[in-house]
C-alpha cells in the first residue's frame, strides 16, 4: 500500500553530542480553499539553534513529498552567533533525490535536501517551504515533538466555511498541546500550540514512534460546491467506498490461466480448507514479493492475470491473485485493507488511507475467517502474519458492504522452539546431540532468514544455538525444513562444549542448562522509557537427558524452580535414575508488548531465571 509521509522527515538517528541543540519554533499553516476545486497548500517554517557545528545531521535536511503534492519556494539561511549575519541558502545547493527503502522496489516517493553552510557553535538556521497537496483524500499530520528539543510549535488550519474538517490528537504529553477554534470571516481557524516539549529518544524493540509522539492528523469529512455537499471522508463508509471505486475494475484480463491453474491446484482436494492451503502454498512458492508505491499504483492492485504470468507483485497484487484464485476454487474470499503494528490508530478514529498500509486476504472456511498474506514466504496457513496480529482488518464484502474484524493474536502454545539433547560428560566436556523442533512463527521467521541468506545457510545453521550460548560448537547432522509440510522444521547436530565440566578432586561440577534464553535480560529501569515490542508469543521447551558417567553417582542436583508474572514465566526441573539426569526448562513468553509498568516484575523473573541457569550438579566417585 502506498505509504503517506510526513511533511518533515524524522531521521531518528541517536544524538551523541552531550550539549543538546533545539527547534526554537515549528509552524505550519494549512490553507484549504474551496474555489472550483479544493485546494490545499501548507505553509511550513522551522528554526533551529544548532549547539555544535559537528552536528552536521542536525542542519542538513530532507522535505519528502511524492507526485501527489509539489515543493515549491524553498528559502533558508543561517545566522552567525556573534555578527547576526545571514547566510542565505542558494537554490543550486537544494538537490532532489529519490526516497529509498530496502522494502520498496520502486516508488514516487522522493525528497528535497539542503544543508546550510558557514554554521558554527550556536549558530541558528531557518528554513521554509510551501507544499501543494494535489490529492485530498492523502493529508497527513502534524507533530509537535521531534528527537530536539521542541521549544515552540503551532500548527494551524485555515479552511473556507463550506470545507468540514476532521482531526484527532494523538500520542503522549497531550496536555502540552492546546487547541483553538475561531471564525475570520467566512474562513474557519483551528490552531493547535504547544512549548518546551522535551526531545524523544527513540529505542531499541520499541513501538513507531506515531505511538508517542503527539501528533494531530487531519483531515476532510466533505465540502459544499453549488449547494451540493460531496462527501470525502465523514466516516468509514465513505473511505470503504473509495476503496472498492479503485478495486472494481481491476481484473479485466483474461483470467483463463489463473482459473485453469487453480482448478489444476484443487482437483485432488476435498474440503475448502484443503484447497485453501493448497492455494496459499502455490501462491507463497511462486508469486514473488515486490513493491511498487508509483501514485495510485500505490493503491490500486494489478490484475490478477498479470501478477499470475509475471510471477511478481506487491502485497494488493498478491492478495488480489489469492482473492481470484480462492474465488475460482469455490471459496468465500474479500480482499482486506489493514494497518501493520507501526500504524497506532483505528478505523474510527482515522478514517482515512492513513490507518493502513497493507492489504491481505480473507478467506471463510465453516464459519470461521483466516486472513492470509502472500507476502510471507512461510507464514503457515490459518496464521496471519505476524506484523498485522491484533490489528484491525476492513473487510470488503460488496459494494456497499464491508466488515471491520480484528485480526487474532496467535495462541502461544502455536509458536514453539523445542530442543531435545542428549548428553555425556567427560574430560571437561560436555557433548552429545540435540534434536530441535520450530513450529509456528519461530518455524516461519527461521525459514525466511535461511531464504534471504541463502549463501550464509550452514553459518546460519551452526550458529542457531550460539543465541542462547556462545560457547556451544555445532555440527549440523540434518535438516528437514517442512516449508509448505503441516510439519514441524527439525534440525539435527552434534554438539560440544569444551571447559563446560570441572573435575575437582572426586568431583565434577557442571552447570546443567546449556542453553539461557533471556540470560540477564534485566531492563534498565533508570533508562528505558518505552515499552518493548515482540513479533510474537512463544514457548522456548528444553528438555536435556544426561548420561551419568560410568562410576559417578549424582551427589547433587538444584531444587526445582519457577515463576512467572502476566508476561513471562519460567519452569526448571531435575529429575534423576541410577543412569540419567532429566532436566526440563520451560520459557513463555506472554505478550507482544513488555509494558514499562511491568518491567520491575520482569526484572523479577529474569533475575531469578538467571540464577537458576547458574547452578550446577556435582557428580562424585563411587
Known amino acids: 500500500m502506498k505509504k503517506i509521509f510526513y511533511l518533515t522527515l524524522i531521521s531518528f538517528h541517536f544524538l551523541t553530542a552531550q550539549e543538546k541543540s533545539k527547534i526554537l519554533y515549528r509552524n505550519e499553516v494549512v490553507t484549504i480553499t474551496n474555489k472550483s476545486k479544493l485546494e490545499i497548500e501548507s505553509f511550513i517554517e522551522e528554526q533551529r539553534e544548532i549547539a555544535k557545528s559537528k552536528n552536521v545531521e542536525e542542519y542538513s535536511i530532507n522535505i519528502p513529498y511524492d507526485n501527489f503534492s509539489e515543493i515549491s519556494n524553498i528559502k533558508g539561511a543561517s545566522i552567525n552567533p556573534v555578527t547576526n549575519k545571514k547566510t542565505k541558502l542558494s537554490q543550486y545547493e537544494i538537490s532532489t533525490n529519490e526516497l529509498k527503502s530496502r522494502d520498496i522496489f520502486y516508488s514516487d516517493n522522493k525528497y528535497k535536501h539542503f544543508d546550510f553552510n558557514s554554521v558554527v557553535d550556536k549558530s541558528k538556521i531557518e528554513y521554509s517551504y510551501k507544499i501543494k497537496q494535489n490529492e485530498p483524500r492523502l493529508l497527513s499530520y502534524f507533530t509537535f515533538q521531534h528527537e530536539l528539543q521542541m521549544v515552540a510549535s503551532k500548527f494551524e488550519i485555515r479552511a473556507d466555511a463550506s470545507v468540514e474538517i476532521g482531526y484527532k490528537l494523538f500520542g503522549e504529553n497531550q496536555d502540552k498541546v492546546v487547541f483553538t477554534q475561531t471564525k475570520e470571516g467566512n474562513t474557519n481557524v483551528y490552531t493547535w500550540t504547544a512549548v518546551n516539549v522535551p526531545a524523544f529518544k527513540e529505542e531499541n524493540r520499541s513501538l513507531n514512534y506515531t505511538y508517542f509522539l503527539p501528533h494531530v492528523v487531519y483531515y476532510i469529512k466533505s465540502y459544499t460546491k453549488e449547494n451540493q455537499k460531496e462527501d470525502i471522508f465523514p466516516d468509514v463508509k465513505h473511505l470503504y467506498k473509495w476503496y472498492y471505486s479503485l478495486v472494481k475494475e481491476v481484473n479485466k484480463l483474461d483470467q483463463t490461466a489463473v482459473k485453469n491453474k487453480t482448478l489444476d491446484l484443487v482437483k485432488d482436494k476435498t474440503s475448502s480448507k484443503d484447497k485453501a492451503k493448497e492455494i496459499y502454498n502455490w501462491v507463497q512458492q511462486n508469486i514473488h514479493y515486490v513493491a511498487f508505491e508509483y501514485e495510485m499504483g500505490g493503491f490500486i492492485p494489478r490484475d490478477?492475470?498479470?501478477?499470475?504470468?509475471?510471477?511478481?507483485?506487491?502485497?494488493?497484487d498478491i492478495s488480489n491473485l489469492l482473492n481470484e484464485m480462492f474465488k475460482y476454487a469455490g471459496i468465500e474470499s474479500n480482499l482486506v485493507w489493514i494497518g501493520t503494528r507501526d500504524k497506532?490508530?483505528?478505523?474510527?478514529?482515522?478514517?482515512?488511507?492513513l490507518v493502513n498500509n497493507h492489504m491481505i486476504t480473507a478467506v471463510k472456511i465453516d464459519k470461521q475467517r483466516y486472513f492470509v498474506d502472500g507476502t510471507d514466504s512461510f507464514c503457515p496457513f490459518g496464521f496471519p502474519s505476524a506484523m498485522i496480529q491484533g490489528k484491525e482488518?476492513?473487510?470488503?464484502?460488496?459494494?456497499?458492504?464491508?466488515v471491520i474484524e480484528k485480526v487474532p493474536v496467535v495462541d502461544v502454545k502455536d509458536n514453539k522452539l523445542k530442543v531435545d539433547l542428549k548428553l555425556k560428560i567427560a574430560d571437561n566436556s560436555v557433548f552429545g546431540t540435540s534434536k530441535i523442533e520450530l513450529s509456528g512463527y519461530e518455524k516461519s521467521h527461521f525459514l525466511n532468514v535461511l531464504a534471504a541468506n541463502k549463501q550464509k545457510e550452514d553459518e546460519i545453521l551452526k550458529n542457531g544455538m550460539a543465541r542462547f550460548n556462545e560457547k556451544i560448537e555445532v555440527?549440523?547432522?540434518?535438516?528437514?525444513?517442512?516449508?509448505?509440510?503441516?510439519?514441524?522444521?527439525?534440525?539435527?547436530?552434534?554438539?560440544?562444549?569444551?571447559?563446560?565440566?570441572?573435575?575437582?578432586?572426586?568431583?565434577?561440577?557442571?552447570?546443567?542448562?546449556l542453553l539461557a534464553p533471556f540470560k540477564e535480560y534485566i531492563?534498565?529501569?533508570?533508562?528505558?522509557k518505552l515499552p518493548i515490542e515482540n513479533d510474537s508469543k512463544f514457548i522456548n521447551e528444553f528438555n536435556y537427558i544426561y548420561e551419568v558417567p560410568e562410576n559417578y553417582q549424582l551427589e547433587f542436583i538444584p531444587e526445582n524452580s519457577k515463576k512467572e508474572n502476566e508476561t513471562l514465566s519460567y519452569e526448571i526441573a531435575y529429575k534423576k535414575d541410577k543412569k540419567n539426569l532429566v532436566v526440563s526448562q520451560k520459557i513463555i513468553l506472554k505478550k507482544l508488548l513488555i509494558e514499562t509498568n511491568t518491567f520491575e516484575s520482569w526484572n523479577s523473573v529474569v533475575s531469578e531465571l538467571t540464577q537458576q541457569y547458574n547452578q550446577s550438579i556435582i557428580l562424585t566417585k563411587k
Do not use: Q
Request: charged content about 35%; proline content about 5%; hydrophobic content about 30%.
Open 475 to 513: 555440527e549440523t547432522i540434518d535438516v528437514n525444513k517442512h516449508e509448505y509440510e503441516n510439519k514441524e522444521t527439525t534440525l539435527s547436530y552434534n554438539l560440544k562444549l569444551d571447559g563446560w565440566a570441572k573435575k575437582i578432586g572426586e568431583k565434577i561440577i557442571v552447570k546443567p542448562i
Open 344 to 353: 497506532p490508530y483505528s478505523f474510527s478514529d482515522v478514517p482515512t488511507p
Open 304 to 316: 490478477a492475470a498479470s501478477v499470475f504470468d509475471k510471477k511478481y507483485g506487491d502485497c494488493k
Open 393 to 402: 482488518g476492513l473487510i470488503g464484502i460488496a459494494e456497499e458492504e464491508f
Open 523 to 528: 531492563i534498565d529501569l533508570k533508562e528505558r
